[in-house]
């Protein structure tokens, strides 16, 4: 039973470009969250995608959007990267009414320079 | 808004030391679940405990217990004889549950713990 996949594992970005994450949702779960980590923190709340909608949003600019895709699978988009958008990226997989259960990857490790 | 407070940032113990990581949680909401979690240097976030607000039971598993007191607002975790495999950032977390709460994870900023040999 395949766990929670991301990709890439590691990116260098230049500041202004756009970059694209990916994840996997674990078997049988059709909730994607995605978090972002900078150094030295704890895990923020991003966004969530369900039925192929974003269902929630964290403090987070337009600049970060994402899809969900028929398979459960998701994307983060990121436009006009700043320094600041260095971190680790992690998305959680859950289901959608068993929300408390989430099931983390091992995280896409962002350089923007 | 919900909020939660690790406030060591660093410890390091010998091993087989006892060590308590602290953990203050802040809601409005009476319906909310909090969570302990490892994160290695591998960076991926493994999952330690989940707990209810309705269950203050205290747990106990292997050499890891959790001790919850709504009164104080806490949450923390014990590691009881500690080995250096024990170093890792630890997390709390918290999310409400009541019916149109926001339900993500919001996490403290992590205790590092080190274990020396």
């Known amino acids: 039973d395949a766990g929670v996949t991301q990709s890439p594992t590691h990116l260098i970005k230049t500041r202004g470009q756009q970059v694209t994450l990916r994840c996997s949702p674990k078997?049988?779960?059709?909730?994607v969250s995605w978090y972002q980590q900078a150094l030295g923190q704890g895990p923020q709340f991003i966004f969530q995608?369900?039925?192929?909608?974003?269902?929630q949003r964290g403090n987070f600019p337009d600049r970060f959007s994402g899809h969900q895709f028929p398979n459960y699978s998701s994307e983060l988009n990121v436009n006009a990267l700043l320094l600041g958008d260095s971190a680790l990226y992690l998305c959680?997989?859950?289901?959608?009414?068993?929300?408390?259960?989430?099931?983390f990857g091992p995280g896409t490790r962002l350089t923007v320079t | 808004a919900q909020k939660v407070t690790q406030a060591q940032t660093e410890i390091s113990v010998v091993e087989k030391e006892d060590v308590t990581l602290d953990c203050v949680y802040e809601?409005?909401?009476?319906?909310?679940?909090l969570f302990w979690y490892k994160q290695p240097p591998s960076g991926e976030l493994v999952f330690l405990i989940r707990?209810?607000?309705?269950?203050?039971q205290n747990e106990i598993s292997g050499r890891y217990s959790w001790n919850f007191q709504k009164s104080t607002s806490s949450f923390n975790f014990t590691i009881t004889a500690s080995q250096v495999v024990d170093s890792a950032v630890y997390f709390c977390?918290?999310?409400?549950?009541?019916?149109?709460?926001?339900?993500?994870?919001?996490f403290g900023s992590g205790t590092q713990l080190t274990v020396l040999p």
């Open positions: 959680a997989s859950s289901r959608f009414f068993s929300p408390y259960e989430q099931y």
């Open positions: 078997s049988g779960h059709d909730t």
């Open positions: 995608y369900y039925e192929e909608e974003e269902r």
């Open positions: 977390a918290l999310s409400e549950a009541s019916p149109g709460s926001a339900r993500q994870l919001t």
């Open positions: 809601t409005r909401d009476t319906t909310y679940y």
């Open positions: 707990r209810n607000s309705f269950d203050e």
